[in-house]
Nanobody
């Protein structure tokens, strides 16, 4: 069982930055691929970024490529999402998730989910 708790959300103006953190419980964090997803009001949850268990490979949605960076610290059981050059369309609830699949951009491949943290970007 893995429990995930996100933090770092908030309100920012367009062009600003935020860093999200996701703290995981359990001793097996380093064996899970981790992902970030987001859900805007009235829209389906969508993939944002993923990172392999060792952190050696990362994957991004086209909409955030070049602006967001996913990273992890296995010693701290934490995964991060650095978000730069934020746009109003990035406004959403951001959730972190864990998968036994190594990595994936598919929601159903993820086994554990956090509660989410709100990110609001104003123009």
């Amino acid at each position: 069982q893995v429990q995930l708790v996100e933090s770092g959300g908030g309100s920012v103006q367009a062009g600003g930055s935020l860093r999200l953190s996701c703290a995981a419980s359990g001793r097996t964090f380093s064996s899970y691929g981790m992902g970030w997803f987001r859900q805007a009001p009235g829209k389906e949850r969508e993939f944002v970024a993923a990172i392999t268990p060792s952190g050696s490979n990362t994957y991004y949605a086209d909409s955030v490529k070049g602006r967001f960076t996913i990273s992890r610290d296995n010693a701290k059981n934490t995964v991060y999402l650095q978000m730069n050059s934020l746009k109003p369309e990035d406004t959403a609830v951001y959730s972190c998730s864990a998968t036994r699949a190594g990595y994936s951009w598919v929601r159903r491949d993820y086994n554990y989910w956090g509660q989410g943290t709100q990110v609001t970007v104003s123009s």
